[in-house]
């Protein structure tokens, strides 16, 4: 019944390596994710906890994962939905407490509706929560009650965990990045001027369901000027011949997630203002994906793509200063008039994955070793209603970016969408193929 993407022996050691690092006075506890309400009795297709999927696999709702020292040993208790079979008919089948302990690496399943009773009485006894706040409401209060003002959070041991991959996790990760690899190849051979942003979508996402996948974020498909906003999601502009389409789309196998940018001519031909950007862009990503190396730090690969970069600006006559006033003292120069956002992030459970190096999440990126998977994806933008920075009238309207997804290893960088064609040559030609 379990669909598990790895075996036992993997949670265990996953799960040993956590709880070995834990206090034994601690009860370690982990809700899954709630279901989201959509509208009135709709919900939002459900997904679980990327941490209860790291430790152990579990995908339903209404589950807890929780561990406490036991005998000389580390016990973990996982709390899902009791079977019930009006339930059932209703809203599928439940695995139940008997069927995760048959199915699932953990040592103990109970009901949920006994979780509260159960946390509360442990904490009672002396433990001491150690848990995720912040997803379930009811944990939330029991943690809160139990008057401890400084809870240990067990993020702080399994982030660190979770930014090197294990060969297991590797291969899927490699079914992630195939998928998605072919859907902007089917993507690229279904365009033609006049397209809908959506039907481009439509392509990707069609590929990933096929593909018994699904996407990891929200597909980005913006055509002309929309692909100079970062975050374009709306996809619903049709693109005019002589325009550029980004595609920002990744998908998401048993969790994981790929994240695949690429940016074509919807009429198969890039113009030469085009050329000039994307090929500069290309060369970006080139060295810092080169930059991608066991020992390097978290920045080394912006460092590489803004070099690369500042020097094109000036060399295409569109910074007029020196490389390093370019660049700015902190990488914050004029170049970043351009090129707004980082160049890489930690990809993994989430496809801005846990470990730092993203802006907001307090943590300095990790010295790269080997096992990381991170994504290299420089861009420059040049909207054309931009009225803060002068933008240049031959690249007016010009959005590109060009995003890989790269395993680190001691043999150097692995590029995992390496399936995925970004070559202008190679582009055009899919391109001109047609469907
Ligand atoms: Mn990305």
Request: overall charge negative.
């Amino acid at each position: 019944m379990s669909d598990l993407p790895f075996g036992d022996g993997e949670y265990r050691r996953r799960q040993e390596e956590f709880l070995s690092n834990m206090p034994i006075d601690s009860l370690v506890i982990i809700p899954n994710n709630q279901v989201s309400i959509r509208s009135n009795d709709t919900s939002y297709p459900y997904r679980a906890n990327s941490y209860v999927l790291y430790l152990c696999g579990w995908s339903e709702p209404d589950s807890i994962l929780t561990a406490k020292f036991d005998d000389g040993l580390w016990q973990t208790t996982l709390f899902v939905r009791p079977r019930d079979t009006k339930a059932e008919i209703w809203e599928g089948r439940r695995v139940g407490p008997e069927g995760a302990l048959q199915g699932w690496p953990i040592d103990n399943s109970l009901s949920i509706n006994d979780a509260e009773e159960y946390i509360s009485k442990k904490i009672e006894s002396g433990l001491k929560p150690s848990a995720i706040i912040g997803i379930d409401s009811k944990i939330d209060d029991i943690i809160s009650d139990s008057k401890m003002s400084d809870i240990p959070d067990p993020r702080t041991l399994l982030d660190v965990m979770r930014t090197v991959k294990s060969e297991a996790e590797i291969d899927v990760m490699k079914e992630a990045s195939r998928i998605a690899s072919d859907a902007h190849v089917k993507a690229m051979r279904a365009t033609h001027p006049g397209i809908g942003e959506w039907q481009i979508q439509s392509v990707i996402e069609g590929h990933f369901i096929d593909s018994r996948s699904q996407w990891s974020y929200k597909s980005i498909v913006g055509g002309g000027d929309n692909a100079t906003i970062l975050h374009y999601g709306s996809n619903s502009d049709s693109i005019e011949d002589g325009d550029l389409v980004l595609v920002d789309a990744g998908c998401e196998v048993h969790g994981y997630a790929s994240d695949i940018t690429r940016t074509w001519p919807v009429n198969g031909k890039f113009t030469e203002p085009q050329r000039e950007i994307y090929n500069l862009v290309l060369e970006a990503e080139e060295a810092a994906i080169k930059a991608c190396k066991v020992g390097s730090t978290w920045n080394s690969s912006h460092k590489a793509a803004s070099l690369v970069l500042a020097k094109g600006l000036i060399d295409l006559g569109i910074l007029d200063c020196t490389i390093s006033e370019a660049l700015g003292e902190n990488l914050d120069g004029p170049f970043r008039n351009y090129f707004m956002h980082g160049t890489s992030h930690l990809l993994g459970l989430d496809v801005h994955d846990v470990g730092g190096g993203r802006k907001g999440d307090g943590k300095p990126g990790p010295t790269l070793e080997s096992g990381m998977v991170l994504t290299v994806e420089p861009g420059l933008y040049f909207a054309s209603w931009r009225d803060d920075v002068e933008i240049p009238e031959r690249y007016s309207g010009i959005g590109i970016r060009i995003e890989d997804d790269v395993l680190v290893t001691e043999d150097g960088p692995v590029v995992l969408t390496a399936g995925c064609p970004k070559s202008i040559d190679e582009i055009e030609s899919l391109i001109s193929k047609g469907d």
